[in-house]
């Protein structure tokens, strides 16, 4: 029943930045931690950044200092601030979010992707 609505992706020149968005329909269920992935052709999908129920986050290396992840708990949605962007972050980037509700075990649920580009 969990949905995710990506937004945000597009085409961008090298420096610039871009904002992703996804937005949770959740129903009843509750949502733990919420992340951004990204895979790139030829290569496997990969954790970009994580922020947890707590606001506590994790990035992979490759970003750090300029992503920033951010959540709106009220929203259910989960942002990705992308700064100084490189030809190297162009990917298709997926919002994932961990669910459950008190008949269900915690479920995985991935957005249906959005396109980064960068490029000049």
């Known amino acids: 029943q969990v949905q995710l609505v990506e937004s945000g992706g597009g085409l961008v020149q090298p420096g610039g930045s871009l904002r992703l968005s996804c937005a949770a329909s959740?129903?009843?269920?509750?949502?733990?931690?919420m992340g951004w992935y990204r895979q790139a052709p030829g290569r496997e999908r990969e954790l970009v950044a994580r922020?947890?129920?707590?606001?506590?986050?994790n990035y992979a290396a490759s970003v750090k200092g300029r992503f920033t992840i951010s959540r709106d708990n009220a929203k259910n949605t989960v942002y990705l601030q992308m700064n100084s962007l490189k030809p190297e972050d162009t990917a298709v980037y997926y919002c994932n979010a961990e669910a459950y509700s008190s008949t269900l075990p915690v479920t995985n649920v991935w957005g249906h992707g959005t396109q980064v580009t960068v490029s000049s």
């Open positions: 922020i947890n129920s707590g606001d506590s986050t």
């Open positions: 959740r129903g009843i269920f509750t949502i733990n931690a």
